[in-house]
Nanobody, 126 residues
Framework: QVQLVESGGGLVQAGGSLRLSCAAS????????MGWFRQAPGKEREFVAT????????YYADFVKGRFTISRDNTKNTASLQMNSLKPEDTAVYYC???????????????????WGKGTLVTVSS
């Protein structure tokens, strides 16, 4: 079992930045592909970014390319999502997830992830 706890959400103005962190316990994160997903009110959970176990490969949703950066530190058992140039449409609950059964490409499907945090709310005001 892996326990994931997100932090770093909050209220920010459009154009601002936030850095989300995901702290893991229970097992070393190096065995898992990591991902960030988000869910806005009334919408389904959607893929934001994934990163391979060794951090060599990343994938981003088109709507965050060039603005968000996913990273991980396996020595600290953490993953992060740096979010710049935030837009009101980025408002959502952001979830960290870990997957044991897939790679970074397959992890774009939320059903491919095995462990989830409870989420952290990001609100971007216009």
């Amino acid at each position: 079992q892996v326990q994931l706890v997100e932090s770093g959400g909050g209220l920010v103005q459009a154009g601002g930045s936030l850095r989300l962190s995901c702290a893991a316990s229970g097992r070393t994160l190096s065995s898992y592909v990591m991902g960030w997903f988000r869910q806005a009110p009334g919408k389904e959970r959607e893929f934001v970014a994934t990163i391979s176990r060794g951090a060599a490969t990343t994938y981003y949703a088109d709507f965050v390319k060039g603005r968000f950066t996913i990273s991980r530190d396996n020595t600290k058992n953490t993953a992060s999502l740096q979010m710049n140039s935030l837009k009101p449409e980025d408002t959502a609950v952001y979830y960290c997830a870990a997957g044991a059964r897939t790679g970074a490409a397959g992890a774009r499907d939320p059903h491919g992830m095995d462990f989830w945090g409870k989420g952290t709310l990001v609100t971007v005001s216009s």
